[in-house]
């Protein structure tokens, strides 16, 4: 029964997806880093030989080390949310497989946090540095970051896919109906409503107050295209208590009459409203069923992925005191302007050519209303919003379109705005986050200052927005430390000692240059003996060194070689860890190669170092020439290649053209374990290797997580309560962004960007982290 009454207006778009999908994840590693030589280039196609047919993200080898802009991340979601079908092409840095299976795509932004911070508190992260296999450095943008993604402009290639055909007319386009649903024919499951739109007009929703008492019926979490319909509709008399349900009628998709009951109300009746609902005292004076007798019949009747259909639809379910997850409401299907609705009376004339409740009846017949209901939602969704629109503007809308095609303006070009675009196409889009100046409806968004407010919206919505953009700004104030010699430097510093007097800091460099690149040496004068303070540009050679180089005998006396002892180095060797299993250098391996001469000679620091029982390990300065033999990709995969398939050998950067060490990428972790395996061997054939530790979209640990000139220097200030409370902050943090992707349905583009900073003190880069969401 449709008690009539003006509701809000919304311009929420459809076209969600169910949330709380639990899928398989898993999506190749990132490559080795770029900006040097590679063996093999990356497939360009968008089917790349890959296991399994799901759709995945990965940035080309030559771009993993070039920092992204906004501008460019917005080229993938462009991409990802429209395809070569919508007219445009693959982003120019990455490569996004199998587009065509991405359902949808989610944007967290984390205001407050860079690069720096990520791997500075790695640990705490576990689930960005665990679940997200693809990173990239990220450029501060100059503006706000969620604003450029909703405003930014797609190619003009992708226009005649936003335009449509001319018969549209520009008037059309603004029409109540095409705004809401689009103009593309969609299955059922673009038409029902979210659990926002049934909060917004009023339907039984569980854990709302008020409904309580309401009984749930047994519905699955999300409902497809397939799903069958049931129309309902009911009768109602007023009591002492207000509207009470009398009667009750349900159909199937076919229209065949499932249900129809008499219910005696449980107040007394005060008018039985028989002009409209045909109920008199004579009707319900032998029923004595209950409105719990029909709620059980209801629930038996109903299978757990049914939609519910009816017009005005809050009204029956109140009625009957029944909350059902999944519904569509004809009176928002043909939808007017600010608010208004069409009676079902209306409709049936119009749309069926039906005549219903017409004036020789006494009262409404509820079979004939919920048949009605039900057949106006299959021509709705059999012919699509522009059908419906172009068929009956003038007898619902009242108004006609003369000589559309000669009316049309070729001048007026449809805006290429992402928001603009998804919009028309029928697409849905969401804002969630703190107050942000985004060109979006105030339906299509919802600010929220807390993340954990933030979070609980987003994971109730029934459907995923197919573009959703959430700013989690809770670390967005907290207080930048003073400069200082940041604690991941210390990462890649080692101490070494006692060296013979009149040692260089040439010298050290020689001799520690053969684990790899060395960026600074200062020695330490004691007063007695000299020490040295080395510092590398990656990881993996601090850990060569202390491994190979501890306990070395220059000049007859060992040297100890030993990492700082510092709070910020506590749990390093837990980092390290972490950093050996990252989903980025699973199948990673690092390597450098000394030279052994026949002849020694010269007066260095490597000249005199001897290892016992292994060859040589440093070079000897031998007229000059460099202690590292030249690496080469060939020479490499020809070697490395006994363990197993080589995927691509990737020299890093050296002096000159000289390359100083290289990362191995094998087909899989088991060809990486059995190298390592092999170390014995292969320092024979002068080569040291190790587990990759430096991501490989870093170029160089220090020089990319310290950027500012101000935070390269100074004294590293003790790792106090002030980071112990971040790695906190971070973790729940991390908790949160894990409910979400969770929440995520399968098939969804997830992005986190983590947007760096650019200040007077300096450009502190961001990192982007991307996933595509499997179970």
């Known amino acids: 029964m449709n008690l009539e009454h003006v509701g809000s207006i919304t311009s929420e778009t459809s076209g969600e997806l169910p949330c709380n999908g639990r899928k398989r994840k898993r999506v190749a590693p990132a490559e080795a880093p770029g900006g040097s030589k590679r063996l093999k280039a990356a497939p360009e196609g968008d089917d790349p030989p890959a296991r399994g047919r799901s759709p995945g993200v990965s940035v080309l080898p030559d771009r993993l ?112 109906v095409i705004t809401k649903f689009g103009t593309q024919r969609r299955g059922l499951t673009a038409y029902v409503l979210t659990e926002e739109e049934m909060i917004r007009r009023r339907y039984p929703v569980k854990g709302l107050p008020g409904f309580e008492e309401f009984v749930c019926t047994d519905c699955a979490d999300g409902v497809t295209d397939g799903s069958p319909l049931y129309g309902v509709d009911c009768e109602m008399v007023h009591t002492v208590r207000g509207y009470e349900l009398a009667r009750v009628s349900l159909v199937d998709s076919d229209g065949n009459c499932l249900l129809d009951e008499l219910v005696k109300p449980h107040y007394r009746i005060l008018n039985y409203l028989t002009r409209f609902s045909g109920i008199t005292s004579a009707m319900l004076r032998p029923v004595t069923t209950s409105l719990r007798e029909v709620q059980v019949k209801l629930r038996k009747l109903l299978p757990s992925n049914a939609v519910l259909v009816g017009h005005a639809l809050e009204n029956d379910l109140t009625a009957l005191k029944l909350i059902h997850r999944h519904v569509m409401d004809t009176s928002l299907l043909y939808r007017r302007d600010f608010g208004q609705k069409f009676k079902l009376k209306v409709l049936a004339e119009v749309v069926l050519q039906r005549q219903i409740q017409t004036g020789d009846q006494t009262g409404h017949n509820p079979i004939e209303d919920a048949v009605a209901a039900l057949e106006l939602a299959q021509y709705f969704i059999k012919m699509g919003p522009s059908q419906v629109v172009e068929r009956h503007r003038e007898e619902l809308w009242g108004y006609a379109i003369v000589d559309e095609v000669a009316d049309c303006e070729p001048e007026a070009k449809p805006s290429l705005r992402f928001v603009d675009v998804l919009q028309t196409l029928g697409r849905s889009v969401f804002y969630l986050g703190k107050r942000s100046d985004v060109p979006l409806d105030l339906s299509n968004q919802q600010w929220h200052n807390s993340d954990k407010v933030l979070l609980a919206s987003f994971r109730r919505r029934s459907r995923c927005p197919s573009l959703s953009v959430l700013k989690f700004s809770s670390l967005s104030d907290r207080p930048r430390p003073a400069p200082h010699r940041d604690g991941l430097r210390d990462m890649c510093v080692l101490f070494a000692g006692p060296l013979p007097a009149g040692a260089s800091e040439r010298d050290v460099r020689r001799l520690f240059g053969c684990c790899g690149a060395v960026r600074s040496v200062r020695l330490l004068s004691a007063a007695a003996r000299v020490h040295a303070e080395v ?75 001897e290892l016992p029982g292994v060859p040589s390990v440093t070079a000897a300065k031998v007229n000059g020439t460099s202690q590292l033999k030249r690496l080469s990709e060939e020479a490499i995969s020809e070697t490395f290649g006994r363990f197993g398939s080589v995927d691509r050998v990737v020299l890093g950067a050296g002096c000159g053209k000289r390359a100083r060490h290289a990362y191995i990428k094998f087909e899989g972790p088991a060809e990486k374990e059995a190298a390592l395996g092999s170390s014995e061997d292969l320092r024979k054939e002068n080569y040291l290797v190790c587990p990759s530790l430096t991501p490989p979209h870093l170029p160089s640990w220090v020089a990319t997580t310290t950027s500012s000139a101000a935070d390269t220097g100074g004294e590293e200030g003790p790792r106090g309560s002030q980071d112990q409370e971040m790695d906190l902050k971070l973790g729940k943090l991390d908790r949160r962004l894990r409910k979400l992707l969770r929440s995520l349905p399968e098939g969804t583009l997830s992005v986190v960007v983590l947007p760096g900073d650019a200040s007077a003190r300096g450009l502190r880069p961001g990192l982007c982290l991307m996933e595509v969401k499997r179970g």
């Open 65 to 176: 080390q070039r920092a992204v802009t906004a501008g460019e991340l917005t080229e993938l979601l462009h991409y990802a949310a429209l395809g070569r079908a919508g007219g445009v092409k693959q982003p120019s840095w990455c490569r996004l497989h199998r587009q065509r299976r991405v359902k949808a795509v989610n944007v967290v932004i984390v205001e407050g946090l860079t690069q720096a911070d990520f791997y500075k508190h790695y640990l705490a992260l576990r689930h960005l540095r665990t679940s997200y296999s693809t990173r990239v450095t990220f450029t501060p943008p100059p503006g706000d970051l969620a604003s450029g993604i909703f405003s930014g402009e797609v190619p003009e290639t992708a226009a005649p896919s936003v335009s449509g055909s001319c018969t549209l007319h520009k008037a059309l386009m603004t029409h109540p």
């Open 535 to 609: 510092e590398f540009e990656l990881l993996e050679g601090a850990a060569l060194a202390l491994n190979v180089l501890n306990g070395l005998h220059v000049h007859g006396q060992p040297i100890k070689v030993q990492r700082p002892v510092n709070e910020s180095m506590l749990d390093l060797d837990l980092t390290l860890d972490a950093l050996v299993h990252d989903a980025t250098n699973t199948s990673r391996l690092y390597a450098v190669r000394s030279r052994r001469h026949s002849s020694a000679g010269g007066n260095g620091l490597a000249s005199h170092a």
